[in-house]
């Protein structure tokens, strides 16, 4: 048996310095499709792929029949592979040809190696190249750089969510290939009716379109809750920066709010102190912000200052006195334990205090102090469905359940919760209108939904509301009450860093109608830049499987990166 490039030599300092590349690629990426935990990079996939395929030359000693000759023809697929792995040429079809040429020739040339096999009109049919199967398909970059390279692809995988990424990124596309966007707008333009689009880029389009409408019809139900702030003088007084902008209405960015239990000191038992692990807002150079908290008497309330703070450690580390759930009373500086904490949770007694406003000014973020008013707006939010699902798993993982959390719905806001639900009951009101217009643009329909085969305009509307679920999916990542503002960036981070659900002592909740993180339509964006660059588009199937048991994998090329 000849062997394969792959097991020869590889050129791994390309391979890894495009792979290492792609980590800072965001626009575009599939990655960014959804998330998924230890994504393999593309470059390294598309490499093993094509090394796994093509013969190394010395397996051909009648055209290589010296070492030189040999190391000639190895360092030329090397230059390819150099070629192929940059992510500039993920969609460059001179460079995939060539790539796509090479497996031909080495098959052609196994086929006629084996034509004395028993099945050898079954197994190596030199016009029909092996499919591909990928048993831990997870993220997909293996199932979707075969299909790139020119194979037909199989994906499978036990988790649910890893067989719904990879059926967006390689089963859907090529059913719906170089069709024209139906929503009303692109048919009624005629500049967008005369452009010309590759691939799943007519998809994309329409992805884009409902997402609109969601966002903008979301905002007309639920926008009263996500109001702006007017720059009053009071607001301004001691304020140089705001005094210019008086009278104005901002966007709100961000409501930043500090979690809460009653003071165990007994001189202060009925105030809820904050459980803040910092008071810094912003620590960029000419733009620091702080909060600050006054006493009042046996209560208190916070204001917003800027510039660097007097006591600036104190500020740093809020009302948190050492590593974990260890905090002072803001009222009387004694001391809040782990355990109290925890219990107050488990009680019930753990509440939430607006601390601050994050509104974007013209070309910089505007911080303000809390009102009632805001607060108050907060607390009208009556959501009509919860996920009231236990949160299962250990603890060291799941660093919220100590704390009473113990269900999904703990994790968010009622106005989170208002919102979310809306935009997921939207999705679903988007794919009847998705249906409607694809009828209306003449798409023929089968009857066939998505899942069963489907082509047609039923079809397709399950599959623009497959994308535009992906938008809410990851809309809820920016969405939860395990947000936390980074002082650092100036920006809110999303609930997961990392592979936890670590507590969140003082938390960032988004507009999702102020075009940041979070917001509905941008996330629909974004997903839309991987579909645009979708054009190599062959046959894929993706399905849920016990890798022990699944038979997929019978006569077919199998390349996995197993758990």
């Known amino acids: 048996m000849k062997k394969k490039l792959i097991e020869v030599s590889l050129p791994l300092d390309a391979i890894n310095v495009a792979s290492a590349k792609e980590k800072s690629i965001r626009h575009g990426h599939p990655s ?39 190391d000639k023809e190895r360092q030329r697929l090397f230059r390819l592979i150099e070629e192929l792995v940059l992510w500039e040429n993920t969609g460059n079809e001179r460079v995939l040809a060539q790539a796509r040429e090479e497996i031909w020739k080495s098959w052609r040339t196994t086929c006629l190696e084996n034509q004395g096999h028993p099945r050898a009109k079954e197994l190596f049919n030199s016009e029909k190249i092996p499919a591909f199967h990928d048993p831990f398909a997870g993220g997909g970059a293996l199932p979707l750089e075969a299909q790139r390279l020119g194979l037909e692809s199989y994906a499978s995988d036990l988790n649910p ?26 048919r009624s333009d005629n500049a967008l009716i005369e452009r010309e689009r590759r691939g799943t880029q007519g998809l994309a389009e329409d992805v884009r379109h409902y997402g609109r409408w969601m966002r903008d019809e979301a905002e007309r139900r639920i926008g009263h809750l996500y109001p702006k702030v007017q720059i009053t003088a009071a607001m301004a007084n ?30 202060f038992t009925g105030v809820e102190v904050p459980l803040a692990s910092t008071f810094m807002l912003c620590t960029k150079p000419g733009q620091e912000a702080y909060v600050e908290p006054l006493i009042e008497g046996s209560a208190y309330r916070f204001t917003v200052r800027m510039g660097m703070p007097k006591d600036t450690e ?59 008013a805001m607060e108050a707006i907060a ?39 208002v919102a979310l639900t809306t935009f997921s009951d939207l999705a679903q009101e988007a794919r009847e209108r998705v249906k409607r217009n694809a009828l209306e643009a003449g798409l023929p329909d089968d009857g066939k939904p998505l899942a069963d085969g489907g082509t047609g305009a039923t079809a397709y509307a399950d599959a623009v509301t497959v994308y535009l679920a992906f938008a809410v999916s990851k809309a809820t990542d920016r969405n939860s009450s395990l947000c936390f503002w980074e002082s650092p960036m100036n920006r809110l981070r999303g609930t997961f860093g990392r592979q936890v659900l670590p507590m969140v002592w003082d938390y960032a909740e988004t507009n999702p109608f102020a075009g940041a993180g979070g917001d509905i339509y941008g996330t629909a964006h974004s997903l839309c830049e991987v579909l645009d660059t979708f054009f190599s588009l062959g046959s894929a199937f993706a399905s849920q499987e016990d890798a022990r048991v699944q038979s997929i994998s019978a006569d077919k090329v199998v390349s996995t990166d197993p758990p």
Not at 40 to 69: C, K, N, W, Y
Not at 246 to 252: A, H, M, N, Q, S
Not at 382 to 394: A, E, F, L
Request: net charge positive; hydrophobic share 40%; with cysteine.
């Open 379 to 417: 607390h009208q939010a009556r959501p009509w469905w919860k996920p009231d699902v236990v949160i299962s798993g250990s603890t060291q993982y799941l660093g919220v359940k100590p704390y009473g959390m113990e269900q999904f719905s703990q994790l968010f806001t009622d106005r989170q919760l």
């Open 314 to 372: 104190g500020a740093k580390h809020g009302t948190k006195l050492a590593r974990g759930p260890n905090f002072r009373c803001v009222m009387s500086d004694a001391p809040i334990s782990g355990d109290y904490i925890k219990a107050e949770g488990k009680s019930g007694g753990m509440g939430a205090r607006l601390m601050a406003i994050v509104a974007e000014g013209e070309h910089r973020r505007v911080y303000l102090p809390p009102t009632d």
């Open 161 to 186: 969510v890893a067989v719904l990424i990879n059926k967006a990124m390689i089963e859907i596309p090529p059913k719906f290939a170089g069709l024209r966007p139906v929503n009303p707008e692109a």
């Open 238 to 267: 001691g304020r140089p920066d705001l005094k210019p902008i008086v009278g104005e209405k901002l966007t709100i960015i961000a409501w930043l709010w500090a979690r809460t239990v009653k003071s165990p000191n007994p001189a």
């Open 32 to 70: 960014t499709l959804h998330l998924w935990w230890a994504r393999r990079p593309l470059a390294a996939a598309r490499a093993v792929i094509f090394a796994q395929m093509v013969d190394d030359p010395s397996g051909h000693p009648e055209s290589f029949p010296t070492g030189e000759a040999q």
